[in-house]
């Protein structure tokens, strides 16, 4: 079984004695320098010249600074920018300003696991990262509660990398809900596998299946918007809290027969397989390698893509059925508040 750590295996002495730096006040940078800042931890936020997040964040009370500051000032800096643009901003404002004996965090494991980010010896590196949006980070430590986290180091200079990094997941309200113990090869490769085949690639590609095929058979599509999109989140609503099998227990038999015998026919042996090449990619570097290479080139094929699903005839249907209910998407504004910028 995995080790997983709550509040009394913390130390929150060991982050309250240093200074630390947050880059970036998006999804996750808001959430980290508020927690942090309530935990009582000296924080400064680092942001570009010119970001619109400055007069959010000092409206919030924070110390607003350039990442360049930021980086000089503190000895744990915490990377919360765009994971592709990180190395970057590494490279030209952080790195300079690394010292022996300080800590470089991360949220993502990405720069690291695929070497776009080298610190040098004598640094901590190390990942705190919360298994949920920003918000969410944000959220629940305001109610008392956390995220689950996972922690991870990837270089331990000082022989504390870890107690750090637990320390820092304290003050962001992860001991709470508990911090899982990791590595950055298991977390970056689980978490591209997990977008990639189950949760949004596997997921989005179902539904526009099932939408298509019930469409291509003459059926309404308001039908099969309702079918195969809209109720969707009904389900897995059931599975989150409990299970698989508390999901069925809640579905007609018949529904649940249907799961039983139907469902490994469409997630079939062909399917495992590619699933299993598409893991292979993540761990062989290649899908790093075209997505560093898709960057540079400006993300062509990544915005081509990205428009033609937003012409698809699912998305046509589904603003109209959405706009008729505008209490499922009463819970936006909250996203949009925190999006970075
Ligand atoms: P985000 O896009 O919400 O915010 C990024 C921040 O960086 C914004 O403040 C933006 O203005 C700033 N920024 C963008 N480009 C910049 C540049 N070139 N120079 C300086 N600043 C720049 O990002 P996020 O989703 O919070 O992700 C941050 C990290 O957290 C990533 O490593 C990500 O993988 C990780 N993470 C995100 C989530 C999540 O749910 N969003 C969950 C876990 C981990
Ligand atoms: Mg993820």
Redesign the pocket.
């Known amino acids: 079984m995995a080790r997983i750590y709550y509040e009394a295996d913390a130390d929150p002495a060991l982050l309250a004695g240093r200074k630390v730096a947050v880059?970036?006040?998006?999804?996750?940078?808001h959430a980290h320098a508020l927690n942090l800042s309530e935990s009582g931890i000296d924080v400064r936020v680092g942001?570009?010249e010119g970001?619109?997040?400055r007069a959010k964040a000092e409206e919030a009370g924070l110390s607003v600074t350039s990442?360049e500051q930021a980086a000089t000032e503190a000895d744990v800096v915490m990377?919360?920018?765009?994971?592709t643009?990180?190395k970057?901003?590494y490279d030209a404002e952080i790195a300079p300003h690394m010292e022996p004996g300080d800590c470089l965090m991360?949220?993502?494991g990405?720069?690291i696991r695929f070497g776009q980010i080298v610190p040098p010896e004598g640094v901590d590196v190390s990942m705190v990262?919360?298994?949920?949006?920003?918000h969410l980070v944000r959220r629940t430590y305001t109610e008392g509660g956390g995220v689950p986290t996972l922690i991870a180091v990837a270089q331990d200079a000082s022989g504390k990398a870890k107690d750090l990094a637990l320390s820092y997941a304290h003050a962001l309200g992860s001991t709470r809900a508990g911090v899982l113990d990791t590595t950055f090869a298991e977390e970056t490769e689980t978490d591209l596998f997990g977008e990639q085949v189950v949760l949004c690639g596997g997921l989005t590609a179902l539904i526009t299946a099932g939408f298509e095929t019930l469409v291509a058979a003459g059926y309404q599509p308001e039908s099969a918007y309702f079918e195969c999109l809209h109720e969707m989140k009904l389900i897995v609503d059931l599975i989150y809290e409990q299970g698989i099998s508390g999901m069925r227990y809640s579905i007609s038999d018949t529904a649940e027969y249907g799961d039983l015998t139907r469902g490994p026919r469409v997630i079939d042996a062909h399917v495992r397989e590619e699933m299993r090449r598409i893991l292979e990619a993540i761990r062989d570097g290649s899908f790093a390698e075209e997505w560093i290479a898709e960057n540079r080139a400006g993300r062509p094929n990544f915005s081509r893509l990205r428009e033609a699903g937003k012409q698809h005839q699912i998305e046509k249907v589904g603003a109209e059925l959405r706009a008729m209910m505008p209490f499922i998407t009463a819970g936006r504004q909250r996203l949009e508040d925190v999006?970075?910028?």
């Open positions: 880059l970036g006040y998006g999804s996750q940078g942001l570009r970001s619109s997040s990442i990377i919360l920018l765009p994971d643009e990180q970057a901003v991360f949220a993502h990405f720069n990262a919360p298994k949920g949006p920003g999006s970075g910028g």
